[in-house]
Every structure is written in C-alpha cells, then in structure tokens.
C-alpha cells in the first residue's frame, strides 16, 4: 500500500513558466514533509520541507504548499530553468516514527529552453 | 568531506555471493538510515540508527539483511546470499538526529547482482 503518491511521472514544461509538482498520502500521522531533486547517479538532494503545522513554505524560487484535509501537497518551481530538469521526490514522515522518509514514486521533469 | 560518503560506488556481484556497502555519515549527525531505490521505483526505507539506540529494522525485506552502525560514526550494509532481485541503488542518508532534522544523501552505492 502506497502511503505517499506522485500521480504524474513526467512533467514537461518551457523555460520561465511554472512547474506544479503534486504528491497525495494517506497517513494521517505524517507531521512533516519534504521534496527531493534528483539527477541521475546521483543522491537525492534536499529541495524544501514543511511541517505539518504550516500551509505553505518558501524558499526562492521553490515553493510548497500542504491542504491537510486533503493529504495533498504540491510544490511550484517559478520560474522554472534548464537546471531544474531533473526527478523530484515527495517525502513523507513523523516524529512518531522516527523520521524515517516514506517517498513517492518520483516525478520527471524536464524544462524545455 | 562534508557530505555523505558511500562505497562502492559501483558493485556487480554474482547470486549467492555476500555483499557489504559502507556508508560515511556527516560528523555530528546522530541519525543515519539506509534506503534502497529499484529501477523505476521510488526510495524504500531498509533501517535507521539513532545514537545508542536499538536501530528500527522494519525496513529490512528479508533476514538475508542486516546492517551495524559504529557509535555514531561509519555503517555498513550487508547482504548475504544476494539474489537478482537485490539488484538496486543504496541511498545512505543522515540527519542531525531522528526527531528533527533534514537527511543529506550520499551518492549511493549501484548493486548489480547477476
């Protein structure tokens, strides 16, 4: 049973637009939520995270939004760059749990010049 | 080096053969877990270490499995008898410790098992 869930396994999208990743669970217990970027051989590398407490967290370029009562969160990449194209992970876990990460399946975007 | 380390980078290793993936945490980060990534699929969580705590080992698919964790240094990752199906990235990651904290990637290590 999937807990976190990235519907769309590719996005593709041209240079200076938006990117909407999105990403579903069904734990109730996750309490904190991450996305990571990846390019191939390489380790996942760290993007941004929100605690379940907040709503929305900014980072530059990079934002997260959380719907609690939806389970339902999305990151928007603004505007997006080449250097973007990579695949980007949703990440889920609770302090309960000791944190450990329970990712989705992974979205690959890529950011046409 | 400031980040996560991991070797082999790279390992082809033939079934039935034991396999052992070392992992080198960020000085100071307490917490340190092993993940592993299948072609297409995403990051499965295999284990945690917390300080001097018992490790969670709920990940862990099968008891050809097991990994140790040196204080709150070096961990290593074995696999006995490995098997097709083994074949996959290992992801080793570390946090300050397991109650907050970001986790920092190595490279992981490429386990081809023929």
């Known amino acids: 049973d999937q807990q976190v869930k990235q519907n769309s396994p590719s996005l593709s999208v041209q240079e200076g637009r938006i990117s909407i990743l999105n990403c579903d669970y069904t734990n109730s217990m996750f309490d904190y939520f991450l996305w990571y970027k990846k390019y191939p051989a390489e380790g996942p590398t760290f993007l941004i995270s929100i605690s379940s407490i907040k709503d929305k967290n900014e980072d530059g370029r990079f934002t997260v939004f959380l719907n609690k009562s939806a389970k339902h969160l999305s990151l928007h990449i603004v505007p997006s760059q080449p250097g973007d194209s990579a695949v980007y992970f949703c990440?889920?876990?609770?302090?309960?749990?000791?944190?450990?990460?329970?990712f989705g399946g992974g979205t690959r975007v890529l950011v046409k010049p | 080096g400031a980040g996560v380390s991991q070797s082999p980078s790279n390992k082809v290793t033939e079934k039935g053969k034991d396999v052992e993936l070392r992992c080198d945490p960020i000085s100071g980060h307490t917490a340190l877990y092993w993940y592993r990534q299948r072609l297409g699929q995403g990051l499965e969580f295999l284990i945690y270490?917390?300080?001097?705590?018992?490790?969670?080992k709920s990940g862990l698919p099968s008891d050809r499995f097991s990994a140790e964790r040196t204080g709150e240094s070096v961990s290593t990752l074995t696999i006995q008898r490995t098997q097709q199906e083994d074949s996959a990235v290992y992801l080793c990651?570390?946090?300050?410790?397991?109650?907050?904290?970001?986790?920092?990637f190595g490279p992981g290590t490429r386990l081809l098992v023929l």
């Open positions: 990651a570390s946090s300050l410790d397991r109650v907050v904290g970001t986790q920092y």
């Open positions: 990440a889920a876990s609770s302090k309960a749990a000791g944190n450990k990460l329970t």
């Open positions: 270490f917390q300080g001097n705590s018992a490790p969670d």
